[in-house]
């Protein structure tokens, strides 16, 4: 899970720990491709699109991508559809404000594709 603002990483860590998750965290894109990295059992990336630091959700799910091929990524926002065109092959999108069981389905359907929850 990354994103930058706290208290919606706060919150959706504890929605995905009761749906049953294993969490790592990362507060920006360098961050979290360091955890990917370090930890091949990192199954799927949940990703904020607008960040601060340097790298957006998008170049993140190309550089995750390109690390790990068969990763799960699902991305979302709050802002304008119009970067949609840019979202890398097989990635999904979840827009905000979103309802954990929205959260579920998309995770779940994700993780089904890659074959890894």
């Known amino acids: 899970m990354v994103d ?6 706060d ?7 009761d749906l049953d998750y294993a969490v790592t965290t990362a507060e920006n894109g ?5 955890r990917l990295r ?5 199954a799927i990336l949940f990703t904020d ?3 601060p630091g340097g790298m957006t959700g998008i170049e993140l799910a190309r550089k995750a991508r390109e690390l790990r091929p068969a990763l799960a990524i699902v991305l979302a926002s709050g802002y304008s559809e119009s970067w949609l ?3 890398p092959e097989d990635c999904d999108y979840l827009p905000k404000p979103y309802r954990v069981a929205e959260l ?4 779940g359907a994700a993780a089904g ?3 890894r929850r």
């Open 4 to 9: 930058d603002d706290r208290n919606i990483l």
């Open 11 to 17: 919150t959706v860590v504890e929605a995905l720990r």
């Open 30 to 34: 360098h961050d979290a491709l360091e």
């Open 38 to 42: 370090n930890d091949p059992g990192i």
């Open 49 to 51: 699109v607008v960040m």
């Open 85 to 87: 065109e840019e979202l």
């Open 104 to 107: 579920a389905t998309k995770l």
């Open 113 to 115: 594709r890659s074959g």
